[in-house]
């Protein structure tokens, strides 16, 4: 099983990026696919999450308004859309695949996934 993110990348404060997640291997269709981000010296954590077969999207309280999260499930693809980024946006951007759905009071826990990426980059300037 891989997880693949990309889509990372340098942009202005107030600028977009939109990350992918694609898996391979193995389909998460019946459990989750979430976004975490890590900033030097800070701990993992959590960004968005969707659940297969739950049409909410869950996203920490930091980057609503601003960021989407969406999924393709013919791809087994998951997105996150990040708009008016911020500098403290600035962080190294991993997903994370969960086989079996996780409660949604769980969905911000690490340790509610199995599978991980290898994380992508964002890097925004003032």
């Known amino acids: 099983v891989q997880l693949q993110a990309s889509g990372g990348g340098s942009v202005q404060a107030g600028g977009s990026l939109r990350l992918s997640c694609a898996a391979s291997?193995?389909?998460?269709?019946?459990?989750?696919l979430a976004w975490f981000r890590q900033a030097p010296d800070k701990e993992r954590e959590f960004v968005a999450a969707?659940?297969?077969?739950?049409?909410?999207?869950y996203l920490a309280d930091s980057v609503k308004g601003r960021f989407t999260a969406s999924r393709d499930n013919a791809k087994n693809t998951a997105y996150l859309q990040m708009n008016s980024l911020k500098p403290e946006d600035t962080a190294l951007y991993y997903c994370?695949?969960?086989?079996?759905?996780?409660?949604?009071?769980?969905?911000?826990?690490?340790?509610?996934?199995?599978?991980w990426g290898q994380g992508t980059q964002v890097t925004v300037s003032s």
């Open positions: 994370a695949g969960a086989i079996n759905r996780p409660i949604s009071s769980n969905l911000h826990e690490r340790t509610a996934y199995t599978h």
């Open positions: 291997g193995r389909t998460f269709s019946r459990g989750a």
């Open positions: 969707m659940r297969w077969g739950d049409t909410n999207t």
